[in-house]
Nanobody
Framework: QVQLVESGGGLVQPGGSLRLSCVGS????????MGWYRQAPGKERELVAV???????VYGDSVKGRFTISRDKAYRRVFLEMNSLKSEDTAVYYC????????WGQGTQVTVSS
């Protein structure tokens, strides 16, 4: 049984920052890729950022230059540093991890509003 648990969401004003964390537990020793996706009301889930085994990263176009993804050495935790947040960043953010199969967290709400 593999579980992903996110934390760090909340309410922030436009221009502010938040840091999301996700920790994986269970039978997987380390993941081959970890990342973040988000889903806003009425919209499809979209890629935010992914970090792969070699350390290379991929970002969604809308967050490039503002968000930074990182991971721990054991490759069981992934972090998302979000800066210069905009109202359009408001969404539920989901942690995603792959180790053969694909796993999802329950999601954490990020609301950007004044």
């Amino acid at each position: 049984q593999v579980q992903l648990v996110e934390s760090g969401g909340g309410l922030v004003q436009p221009g502010g920052s938040l840091r999301l964390s996700c920790v994986g537990s269970g039978r997987i020793i380390s993941f081959t890729a970890m990342g973040w996706y988000r889903q806003a009301p009425g919209k499809e889930r979209e890629l935010v950022a992914v970090i792969r085994g070699g350390g290379d990263t991929v970002y969604g176009d809308s967050v490039k230059g503002r968000f930074t993804i990182s991971r721990d050495k054991a490759y069981r935790r992934v972090f998302l540093e979000m800066n210069s947040l905009k109202s359009e960043d408001t969404a539920v953010y989901y942690c995603n991890a792959r180790a053969g199969a694909e796993y999802w967290g329950q999601g954490t709400q990020v609301t950007v509003s004044s």
